[in-house]
């Protein structure tokens, strides 16, 4: 009965090393692909008729959520953009860690020419999202970087995120930036209505699986978008800030193809940090 049982169990682990090992070769072959398209893609969030650019390259059905491993741990999976697809616009600060605790919580707190700006981030929710965040803000990713969208009319959001959106003046290739990877939508809020309402901060992405990168919208009136973005957290400080911000309009750079502009009250994140994890 012993040996049954054994011969069982081994058989159930080759097909499972079986599965992972076709699973891999199908996300490598799919990311090659989708690198000779272009690394900084132009993302999109699509409600309504309009479209918002981003940066990201997609993943897929096989690379979705996460598992936990050991307790309070959750396994993620950080999808590398290959060296040779990666445009001027991505900045390359390495990796998060695989494994990412998932019980407690996070502060953001956005550090902004105009004030602070703070939310609240549960990681039982978005363990892999939030650790993306916390590696990005140790490396001093997102600081000195401005708020390069915003959207006035149907979505009501504010967009930051794209490490390349510096300095004086506004560039074509303001939304096209991100880090080196992209990671699989967690927290989708496919239960609520709205599911995006004020108050909340989500994850841009191109509308595909894993196409989540570092970019995030704040929303500052609730929003008829479709579920399919990262619920990442809470804005528990300073949405009267991004109020003025959206008081004061914008450009309408983007108003052909994608919605909005440019704000013409300029957001600069001096600096984005993540407290340590509280219980």
């Known amino acids: 009965m012993t040996s049954t049982r054994e011969r069982q169990r081994a058989a159930a682990?080759?097909?499972?090393?079986?599965?992972m090992a076709e699973r891999a070769a199908k996300a490598r072959k799919?990311?090659?692909?989708?690198?000779?398209?272009?690394?900084?893609a132009v993302l999109v969030l699509v409600v309504a008729g309009s479209v918002w650019l981003a940066t990201a390259l997609g993943g897929d059905d096989d690379e979705q959520g996460t598992t936990s491993t050991t307790a309070g741990f959750s396994q993620c999976v950080y999808n590398e953009v290959p060296a040779d697809?990666?445009?001027?616009?991505?900045?390359?600060?390495?990796?998060?860690?695989?494994?990412?605790?998932n019980k407690g919580t996070q502060t953001m707190t956005i550090d902004t020419n105009l004030g602070p700006i703070t939310a609240k981030i549960d990681r039982s929710a978005v363990p892999c999202t939030a650790g993306s965040f916390t590696h990005l803000a140790s490396k001093g990713f997102f600081n000195d970087t401005k708020c390069h969208r915003l959207v006035t009319e149907g979505i009501k959001v504010l967009q930051c995120g794209d490490p390349s959106a510096t300095g004086k003046g506004?560039?074509?290739?303001?939304?096209?930036?991100?880090?080196?990877?992209?990671?699989?939508?967690?927290?989708?809020?496919?239960?609520?209505?709205?599911?995006?309402?004020?108050?909340v901060i989500?994850?841009?992405?191109?509308?595909?699986p894993g196409s989540t990168g570092s970019q995030f919208f704040i929303v500052y009136g609730d929003s008829p978008l479709d579920p399919n973005y990262t619920v990442l957290g809470t804005i528990t400080g300073g949405m009267d800030l991004v109020k003025q911000v959206a008081a004061a309009g914008d450009d309408k750079a983007f108003a052909?193809?994608?919605?909005?502009?440019?704000?013409?009250?300029?957001?600069?994140?001096?600096?984005l940090t993540m407290s340590e994890i509280q219980s």
């Open 13 to 19: 682990r080759a097909r499972l090393e079986r599965e």
């Open 30 to 40: 799919r990311r090659q692909t989708q690198a000779i398209v272009g690394a900084a």
């Open 85 to 101: 697809a990666r445009s001027k616009q991505i900045k390359d600060v390495g990796l998060p860690a695989n494994q990412q605790a």
């Open 170 to 199: 506004w560039r074509e290739t303001d939304g096209t930036g991100g880090p080196s990877y992209n990671l699989a939508e967690e927290n989708l809020p496919t239960d609520k209505r709205p599911a995006y309402p004020e108050g």
């Open 202 to 208: 989500a994850m841009a992405n191109s509308g595909q």
């Open 256 to 271: 052909q193809q994608a919605g909005g502009g440019h704000p013409k009250k300029e957001v600069v994140i001096n600096k």
